[in-house]
């Protein structure tokens, strides 16, 4: 295996045959990110690594149940209550860092049409983050890459939508895109809501 990169969560390694393992982070490990990227006191640090756990246990308990195509989610194998292997993806930051931008725009229009569906199946990805959390399979196709904060509780989807989580991960795509994509989650997302 081949390290990949490491998040708050998990762990990726490179399995040389197409597909990645993501093995969640110890407490040590956790710990030590989580502080570096949030800026916590370090008392605070102990009971958000709590809180991803739980959600990387929950996200493992209901993808097998979830009635999205698997290949949405890198035909993911859940190995045990926190561990997984997936299809190896490309994240989307460094396709729609290097496409003009009318290829940007139909990536942008992918991930709308991939992250609707998905909402229509009860599932969400929590932030909602194009850059890191998404990303194209062998086939070109955009996948959810970040399997463990998936919300499938209607009420928490619905809250978390009107919250725009997507508003904050525009920042990391390029300045010539964000309004595209702006505007496309808010007509898929909030007016879809208010008319529902």
Known sequence: MTYLGRGWQYTTYDLGNGRVRKIYN??????????????????????????CKEKAEH??????????????MG?????????????????????LQSVDTEIGKKIIDAFVELTTYMRGKGVIDKSFKIDKNFGLDAQGRIILLDLGELY?????????????????????????????????????????????
């Open 26 to 51: 110890s407490k040590r490990i956790g710990y030590l990110i989580i502080a570096k990227d949030a800026f916590l006191k370090f008392w605070e640090v102990p009971k958000l690594y709590a809180r």
């Open 152 to 196: 499938t509780d209607e009420r928490v989807i619905a809250k978390r939508i009107e919250e725009r989580p997507w508003e904050f991960s525009a920042k990391f795509i390029p300045k010539a895109l964000r309004t595209y994509f702006l505007k496309q989650m808010q007509e898929a997302f909030i007016k879809a809501q208010i008319q529902s």
């Open 59 to 72: 996200s493992m308990r209901v993808i097998p149940t979830l009635q999205v195509e698997s290949w949405m």
């Open 75 to 95: 035909n993911p194998t859940i190995l045990n209550e926190l561990d997984y292997e997936q299809d190896k993806a490309t994240p989307l930051h460094r396709h």
